[in-house]
């Protein structure tokens, strides 16, 4: 749960800069678009040297919190629900950005910043569902007693 009574921009500024910036990186240095599900989906049908990046990209998003806590900030999220309902929500994202060919990070963020109109419908469609997702699970309290 985000703390909104004790936000500031600060911390989002400088994760937005690391985000864009680890996104330019990548498409300065590999040529590659930093989309998370297509980063991890090519794991599992490249060449050893395409793998090596890929899995130092995705150990930087799993150790950046950890980095995060030691120089003394929170983790603002704190999931509430069960392994399992946790689980079937990444299975939805997953077939969503099949659907999609693409995630919030190559659409939302490469994407757009590219100009594509295909990126731009995508995150907008993201948004929404997210959006109505939310309003459906606190309005009609839909996980209350978990899985």
């Not at 004790?6 to 240095?29: Q, Y």
């Not at 983790?75 to 997953?94: D, N, Q, R, T």
């Amino acid at each position: 749960m985000i703390d909104m009574a004790n936000f500031t921009p600060v911390s989002a500024l400088l994760g937005g800069m690391l985000i864009g910036t680890a996104a330019l990186w990548l498409l300065l240095a590999n040529g590659r678009i930093a989309g998370i599900s297509g980063i991890f989906s090519g794991l599992f049908s490249l060449s050893m040297a395409d793998k090596r990046w890929r899995l130092m990209f995705l150990a930087g998003l799993l150790l950046g919190p950890q980095l995060w806590q030691l120089a003394g900030g929170e983790l603002p999220i704190f999931p509430k629900h069960s392994v399992l309902w946790l689980m079937a929500a990444g299975l939805l994202v997953g077939l969503g950005t099949g659907v999609g060919s693409g995630c919030t990070s190559g659409h939302g963020i490469c994407g757009i910043g590219r100009l594509s109109p295909r990126s731009l419908v995508a995150t907008v469609t993201f948004m929404v569902s997210a959006i109505v997702t939310v309003v459906i699970i606190n309005q009609f309290n839909v996980i209350a007693g978990g899985l």
